[in-house]
């Protein structure tokens, strides 16, 4: 919104500085971080009064779980609504891939936030069918993926670029539809799944997120494409103000978040951002990036997605409990220690991936 004040500018001025992107990220940084920390308390205690019980705990969980019954859920609201404030605040609004991203992330929060609304009121562990969830989620998915092919140059539309091999893009035809809509749902459910210790799932994404960010800015900057190689995408670059509004409101969160929580994200936001994750990906051309950017997202997913085939095969289990950091919990891992390990892991995923940008 505050880019429109360049037009009052005679390029000697103030207003000159909002034409840069970065100086316009780092401000939506500070925006969505002090937002957070000035409704984040405000937030907590309404949600604490309007859910009584807070979060059902899962009967089958760490005993350790018990001790955190009462915690109200939904804080992934002051998240989205830092998000929001912020992106509108300093990004341009006539770029497609902004509006792209925040459709996702923003649907896919109304889905995690009706969920939420269920397991409170009912005060159980099962909210909306997992079948309606993951039907309105292909569907926006569908959208948002159509919408990116649209917005993209025509020799990228419906392709798939690879990391490392130079130059190298896979005509998908319609099938680029299906696989980004797999790449946006998958990427929520992921996170959504990793979310089950406090400050666990918050930091990678937001490591995950800014590591996207700077990708945006790089694919969406032609001289940086020349010089490493990668593929040329025009206005991904204002993704970056995205991707650093969602790192401020997600530090704004994790102040709140760390343990011992005074507040679950819930699914209102792991779904939306696990979305928002997926949907830079598609944007920017690098769905096989966020596979490694995110691994310890997948490696979650796969970990449930193992375990339960296994099961059904065998009756027996691989892990002592799925996700896997509940596994790791069960084998008397104290909980700090498991979420930390985890960051370092996210942190390290994301020099790899940004190193694909060089290693061409």
Same mark, same amino acid.
């Given at each position: 919104?505050?880019?429109?004040?360049?037009?009052?500018?005679?390029?000697?001025?103030?207003?000159?500085?909002?034409?840069?992107?970065?100086? *316009?990220?780092? &401000?939506?940084?500070?925006?969505?971080?002090?937002?957070?920390?000035? %409704?984040?308390?405000?937030?907590?205690?309404?949600? *604490? *009064?309007?859910?009584? $019980?807070?979060?059902?705990?899962?009967?089958?969980?760490?005993?350790?779980? #018990?001790?955190?019954?009462?915690?109200?859920?939904?804080?992934?609201?002051?998240?989205?609504?830092?998000?929001?404030?912020?992106?509108?605040?300093?990004? *341009?609004?006539?770029?497609?891939? +902004?509006? =792209?991203?925040?459709? @996702?992330? #923003?649907?896919?929060?109304?889905?995690?936030?009706?969920?939420?609304?269920?397991?409170?009121?009912?005060? !159980?562990?099962?909210?909306?069918?997992? $079948? @309606?969830? #993951?039907?309105?989620?292909?569907?926006?998915?569908? +959208?948002?993926?159509?919408?990116?092919?649209?917005?993209?140059?025509?020799?990228?539309?419906?392709?798939?670029? &690879?990391?490392?091999?130079? /130059?190298?893009?896979?005509? &998908?035809?319609?099938?680029?539809?299906?696989?980004?809509?797999?790449? =946006?749902?998958?990427?929520?459910?992921?996170? !959504?799944?990793?979310?089950?210790?406090?400050?666990?799932?918050? &930091?990678?994404?937001?490591?995950?997120?800014?590591?996207?960010?700077?990708?945006?800015? =790089?694919?969406? /900057?032609?001289?940086?494409?020349?010089?490493?190689?990668?593929?040329? @995408?025009?206005?991904?670059?204002?993704?970056?103000?995205?991707?650093?509004?969602?790192?401020?409101?997600?530090?704004?969160?994790?102040?709140? !978040?760390?343990?011992?929580?005074?507040?679950?994200?819930?699914?209102?936001?792991?779904?939306?951002?696990?979305?928002?994750?997926?949907?830079?990906?598609?944007?920017?051309?690098?769905?096989? @990036?966020?596979?490694?950017?995110?691994?310890?997202?997948?490696?979650?997913?796969?970990?449930?997605? =193992?375990?339960?085939?296994? #099961?059904?095969?065998?009756?027996?289990?691989?892990?002592?409990?799925?996700?896997?950091?509940?596994?790791?919990?069960?084998?008397?891992?104290?909980?700090?220690?498991?979420?930390?390990? %985890?960051?370092?892991?996210?942190?390290?995923?994301?020099?790899?991936?940004?190193?694909?940008?060089?290693?061409?």
């Amino acid at each position: 919104m505050l880019y429109w004040l360049t037009e009052f500018s005679d390029g000697g001025d103030v207003f000159n500085l909002f034409r840069y992107i970065t100086f *316009r990220a780092g &401000m939506a940084f500070f925006t969505a971080l002090i937002f957070g920390f000035i %409704f984040g308390l405000p937030l907590i205690n309404f949600l *604490r *009064r309007r859910q009584g $019980k807070g979060q059902p705990i899962r009967s089958d969980g760490p005993q350790s779980h #018990f001790a955190k019954a009462g915690t109200p859920t939904m804080g992934g609201l002051l998240i989205l609504s830092a998000l929001l404030f912020s992106t509108l605040l300093w990004a *341009r609004l006539d770029n497609p891939y +902004v509006w =792209i991203v925040l459709g @996702v992330t #923003f649907s896919f929060g109304l889905i995690g936030f009706a969920d939420d609304y269920a397991k409170v009121t009912k005060q !159980n562990t099962n909210g909306v069918s997992s $079948k @309606v969830r #993951f039907t309105l989620g292909l569907i926006i998915a569908a +959208v948002a993926v159509a919408a990116a092919a649209w917005a993209h140059p025509p020799a990228l539309s419906y392709t798939l670029a &690879m990391p490392v091999f130079k /130059n190298v893009l896979i005509d &998908m035809g319609w099938f680029f539809i299906p696989f980004g809509m797999l790449v =946006i749902v998958g990427s929520a459910n992921a996170v !959504n799944l990793t979310d089950g210790l406090d400050g666990l799932a918050i &930091m990678p994404v937001m490591i995950a997120a800014g590591t996207l960010g700077v990708i945006a800015y =790089i694919v969406g /900057n032609y001289n940086y494409t020349e010089y490493l190689g990668v593929h040329f @995408v025009p206005g991904t670059g204002e993704l970056l103000i995205f991707s650093a509004a969602l790192f401020g409101g997600g530090l704004g969160f994790l102040w709140y !978040n760390a343990p011992p929580a005074a507040v679950f994200m819930g699914d209102t936001g792991s779904l939306a951002l696990g979305g928002a994750l997926g949907a830079i990906a598609v944007c920017t051309k690098h769905e096989i @990036v966020l596979a490694i950017v995110g691994g310890l997202f997948v490696v979650e997913a796969l970990s449930v997605i =193992i375990q339960v085939l296994h #099961f059904k095969r065998t009756g027996r289990r691989v892990f002592l409990m799925a996700p896997i950091h509940h596994h790791f919990e069960k084998k008397g891992w104290a909980e700090p220690q498991i979420v930390i390990r %985890f960051w370092i892991i996210s942190l390290i995923l994301a020099l790899i991936g940004l190193a694909t940008l060089k290693l061409r």
